[in-house]
Structures are given as structure tokens and as C-alpha cells.
């Protein structure tokens, strides 16, 4: 039997009519389930708000977290009156977020694609993959940043299946955003558990900037891409006298873009790599 009186009503000045408000079953009787929504008290849902949900609400257990609407805020038992919110598919809101919590993987179908990203669904609800959480592998690089030829690179996605993880959801605003780079991400990770500080690879110089260089691992399952910061660089000191050199000038005289070199790895972080080029017998030439 539950009893009412053990729960205290901590009422909030934003929890009005219409506040979308997440709470717990703790009873489910004939025609009436009790929700707790604590700080803010004890929930009810019952009535007419009852029966237009009594299909649903079948499928609902003591313990399941629920979205519901607040329909009055405080009744004559002390109880917040609620009606549940984004009825029909909450239960399968519910599965999403327990996928993001269990942080997995799962294979998604492309359905469709705009200059954005691209379209799929999970658990019979309609998410986005945006084109800046799409793998290395598959971000559309294209010369000039052409809106017309992304978005040709982006259909061509459409029918095919990628592996994903949930990034981001919110029922309240139907929000379900896809990430590969997440599943990227962690597969690196794992490449890179062999590795460790004073390791030498082989790199391949991908960009010369001002303050280094960036390159890419050669040799492994996976692209990654790593810093050589200017100072791990051993420049040659060819200054003419009156002539200013820029710092990328100065690296262009000791690597080019393209080149493979030896390179010590220097640190390992959060799927980040720097090189250095000091220390090493370059034997790749």
C-alpha cells in the first residue's frame, strides 16, 4: 500500500502547468500510477490522463524512469497532477538512453542526407548524424569547401550501414544525435594501448604550419594522425644575414609534406599523439 503522507512536497517556482518534469514509478494500481519526482514530491497520473495512455502504460514496470507534463501543481491530497509526456514513444526514449548510458556501438542505416549530415533511425525514432561526427574515413573533403559536392559525397552514404554511438538525446525536443568519431575514437584508443612514450614509428608528413608539423601513423589498421610541435623539429640554422625566415620556411628546409620520417612518440593522450623527430635514425629514405 503506498502511503502519501512519507512523501514531502518540495515545490519549485518553475515546475508550472506544461513543465516537462522526469520521475521514477514506484506504484502502478488500476487506473492510477504513482511517479516520484523527487525534489519536487509525489506524481500522479489518473483520470482521463490515465486512460488515453492505458496501452502504453502496460508496458511500463515499477522502477522506469518516465517523462511526463505537469497538469496541476498542487492538488488537495498534495499530490503534482501529471499527464506522461511524448506519449507513444517513450519507451523506446527509454532504450536510447540506456544505450548512451552503456555507451555502445550499434550498426545504423542511412536513410537520407542533407548539406548538414546525415539521417537514420534507432528504436523507430528519426536521429542526425552531423557531418563533424562523421569517422576521418568518411568526412567529405573536398577543395574549396564546395556545398554542392559535400552534399553528392554525403548521398552516396544513403542505403549504406555505419557504426555509431549515441551523442547526444533529449525527449523533450525529439533530439537524437549520432556520432562515428565516438566509435572512431575508441578503436584508436585501443591501436594506441601498444604504443607508449619513446616508441618509434614511421609518420607521414600530412601539414606544415608555423608551429610544426602534423603527420600521420603509418603502418596500423586505423588513420592516426599526430602533432610534431616546432620544437621537436631540428631545424638547420641557414639565416641569411638581413633575410628573415618564417618559422614554416625553416621546417620546409628539414621535411616536406608527403614525407615519410622516424619519429620517437613523446606522449599518448586521450587518443592525441605528439612526435618528436630529435633522437632518431631516419632510415625510411
Known amino acids: 500500500m503506498l502511503k502519501t503522507a512519507t512523501f514531502k512536497l518540495q515545490l519549485k517556482d518553475e515546475l508550472d502547468p506544461n513543465t516537462p518534469v522526469e520521475g521514477v514509478i514506484i506504484e ?3 487506473k492510477t500510477l504513482y511517479i516520484d ?10 483520470g482521463i490522463n490515465y486512460l488515453q495512455q492505458k496501452d502504453f502504460i502496460k508496458t511500463l514496470n515499477e522502477g522506469d524512469k518516465v517523462l511526463c507534463r505537469v497538469i496541476e501543481r498542487d492538488t488537495e491530497e498534495g499530490l503534482i497532477e ?3 509526456h511524448n506519449m507513444g514513444g517513450q519507451k523506446e526514449w527509454q532504450n536510447l538512453q540506456k544505450i548512451k548510458e552503456e555507451n555502445k556501438s550499434f550498426p545504423l542505416q542511412i536513410l537520407a542526407a542533407n548539406s548538414g549530415g546525415l539521417i537514420g533511425k534507432l528504436e523507430n ?3 542526425f548524424l552531423p557531418v563533424s561526427q562523421l569517422s576521418s574515413e568518411h568526412y567529405p573533403r573536398v577543395e574549396g569547401g564546395n556545398k554542392e559536392k559535400i552534399l553528392e559525397k554525403l548521398k552516396s552514404f544513403v542505403g549504406k550501414t555505419l557504426e555509431v554511438k549515441i551523442l547526444d538525446l533529449d525527449a ?6 549520432f556520432s562515428e568519431k565516438l566509435v572512431e575514437k575508441e578503436k584508436i584508443a585501443q ?4 604504443f607508449k612514450p619513446g616508441d618509434i614509428v614511421k609518420a607521414r608528413i600530412t601539414k606544415i604550419v608555423d608551429f610544426g608539423a602534423f603527420a600521420r601513423i603509418e603502418e596500423l589498421p586505423l588513420p592516426v594522425d599526430a602533432l610534431i610541435h616546432i620544437s621537436e623539429i631540428p631545424l638547420q640554422n641557414t639565416e641569411e644575414e638581413g ?28 587518443s592525441r599523439v605528439t612526435l618528436s623527430l630529435k633522437g632518431t635514425k631516419d632510415d625510411s629514405k
Not at 591501436?191 to 601498444?194: C, M, Q, V
Not at 614554416?248 to 612518440?265: F, L, P, S, Y
Open 28 to 30: 502502478k494500481k488500476k
Open 37 to 46: 519526482l523527487s525534489p519536487f514530491g509525489l506524481g500522479i497520473v489518473r
Open 82 to 84: 501529471l499527464a506522461l
Open 125 to 127: 525514432i528519426q536521429g
Open 172 to 177: 523533450s525536443t525529439n533530439k537524437l544525435i
Open 191 to 194: 591501436i594506441l594501448s601498444r
Open 243 to 270: 633575410k628573415i625566415i618564417s618559422p614554416r620556411e625553416k621546417i620546409k628546409q628539414v621535411i616536406k609534406e608527403g614525407e615519410i620520417k622516424k619519429a620517437r612518440i613523446t606522449t599518448i593522450k586521450d
